[in-house]
């Protein structure tokens, strides 16, 4: 089945520097990318999303890159803030078809720190 | 207001006592799944729903049932909890029948002793 690995798994940064997480996945047949964001006592939270026929999306200060050569996939967060303080998951899915379909499998998660 | 809504958010109880964690969600969505969040180990899926009637098997079904009776329920049902169940649970739910874009219940935080 599908591993993902995600690191680091914790970040510190100081607020306006830029954030970036890694995620890893192993099933070349993955398809699916999304990111979530889990604020302290909150279920996840999708921030952005992208597929396999895109190389990169953007969403104001956040930003997903996708190498389906090297199977890897990248959060890039700008100017940081405080509230950016979170939980964030990378995860990966095959929704073409096949064994693993409907599954989604998760990275272990990163803690990012913004500090004032 | 759309949401998944997961009860109880905490639960204590015993090994081998029977339990249930119920999950609604007011979207009409397809999709219904469960995760459970261990430190390290991120979300793991657990059972995940593509329609009324049809479950499947996560990456982590021992020791865990599910039914979907109804396209809003999705209820969790541990038989005979042992304390390597102690973790926090998450249902979601998506348009479709796949994983994507999920909504997230608030989190269920189960202890076994």
């Known amino acids: 089945g599908e591993n993902v690995e995600q690191h680091p798994s914790t970040l510190s940064v100081q607020e306006g520097d830029s954030a970036v997480i890694k995620c890893t996945y192993s099933d070349s047949a993955s398809n699916y990318f999304p990111w979530y964001k889990q604020e302290l006592g909150k279920g996840p939270q999708l921030i952005i999303d992208i597929r396999s026929n895109v190389g990169e999306k953007k969403d104001q200060r956040i930003a997903v890159t996708l190498n389906k050569t090297a199977k890897h996939f990248s959060l890039h967060i700008t100017e940081t803030q405080p509230e950016d303080s979170a939980v964030y998951f990378c995860a990966a899915q095959n929704n073409a078809g096949g064994t693993s379909y409907g599954k989604l499998t998760f990275g272990q998660g990163t803690i990012l720190t913004v500090h004032p | 207001e759309a949401q998944v809504t997961q009860n109880p958010r905490y639960l204590i109880t015993v090994t081998g006592k029977k339990l249930t964690v119920t999950c609604s969600q007011n979207m009409n969505h397809e999709y219904m799944s469960w995760y459970r969040q261990d430190p390290g180990l991120g979300l793991r899926q657990i059972y995940y729903s593509m329609n009324v009637e049809v479950t499947d098997k996560g990456d982590v079904p021992e020791g865990y049932k599910v039914s979907r009776k109804e396209k809003r329920n999705f209820p969790l049902i541990l038989e005979s909890p042992s304390p390597n169940q102690t973790s926090l649970y998450f249902c979601?739910?998506?348009?479709?029948?796949?994983?994507?874009?999920?909504?997230f219940g608030s989190g269920t935080q189960l202890s076994v002793l």
């Open positions: 979601a739910s998506s348009d479709g029948t796949v994983a994507e874009k999920l909504f």
